[in-house]
T-cell receptor
Framework: AQTVTQSQPEMSVQEAETVTLSCTYDTSESNYYLFWYKQPPSRQMILVIR??????QNATENRFSVNFQKAAKSFSLKISDSQLGDTAMYFCAFFPQGGKLIFGQGTELSVKP | DTGVSQDPRHKITKRGQNVTFRCDPI?????LYWYRQTLGQGPEFLTY????????KSRLLSDRFSAERPKGSFSTLEIQRTEQGDSAMYLC??????????????FGPGTRLTVL
């Protein structure tokens, strides 16, 4: 079975500092995609960043970047210069060939002023 | 582009009653997904449609659950004879289809169901 594990239920970071959220997954497939989604309190989920498994280069989107280690099946999210608006639940998600997202349990991130 | 909308946003019902939720996807999106999210957990896939065809259903979707997308536009999710374990947030998402790479799924605000 394909699974996604986020081992940090809660994390906090001071404003302007850097934080890394961890994610591991299990699959026997070689071609797939990985995503980080953000779910702010009482607001809808939005895509933060995505990574294609066949690309060795790590994806970056402004202050957000990933560390993708395919052999280790690890996909961590780094948020630089954290802002108060980054406070949210963050979900790692795996997208195999087949059309459905498989989500991890989530990490609740609090950015403190 | 008004985004994905869901109605109602909140529903409180008594055990044994039937409930129906509606999802309106982004207009040009041909794929529509339903997920269920319980407190403190990530969303779990329930089912998805390509246009009006229901292509996959999770084993989480018991016989009491049925989903339709009759004209390939909006979708409804019905739960019959609700149970307390059905209490959850029901999320709808839509995307432009199954191209490679998979296109972003846009999520709605969800319908929070409470079964008393």
């Amino acid at each position: 079975a394909q699974t996604v594990t986020q081992s940090q239920p809660e994390m906090s970071v001071q404003e302007a500092e850097t934080v890394t959220l961890s994610c591991t997954y299990d699959t026997s497939e070689s071609n797939y995609y990985l995503f980080w989604y953000k779910q702010p309190p009482s607001r809808q989920m939005i895509l933060v960043i995505r990574q294609e498994a066949y690309k060795q280069q790590n994806a970056t989107e402004n202050r957000f970047s990933v560390n993708f280690q395919k052999a280790a099946k690890s996909f961590s999210l780094k948020i630089s210069d954290s802002q108060l608006g980054d406070t949210a639940m963050y979900f790692c998600a795996f997208f195999p060939q087949g059309g459905k997202l498989i989500f991890g349990q989530g990490t609740e991130l609090s950015v403190k002023p | 582009d008004t985004g994905v909308s869901q109605d109602p946003r909140h529903k409180i019902t008594k055990r044994g009653q039937n409930v129906t939720f509606r999802c309106d996807p982004i207009s040009e999106h041909n794929r529509l997904y339903w997920y269920r999210q319980t407190l403190g957990q990530g969303p779990e896939f329930l089912t998805y449609f390509q246009n009006e065809a229901q292509l996959e259903k999770s084993r989480l979707l018991s016989d009491r659950f049925s989903a339709e997308r009759p004209k390939g536009s909006f979708s409804t999710l019905e739960i019959q004879r609700t149970e307390q374990g059905d209490s959850a947030m029901y999320l709808c998402a839509s995307s432009l289809g199954a191209g490679a790479p998979p296109l972003e799924q846009f999520f709605g605000p969800g319908t929070r169901l409470t079964v008393l």
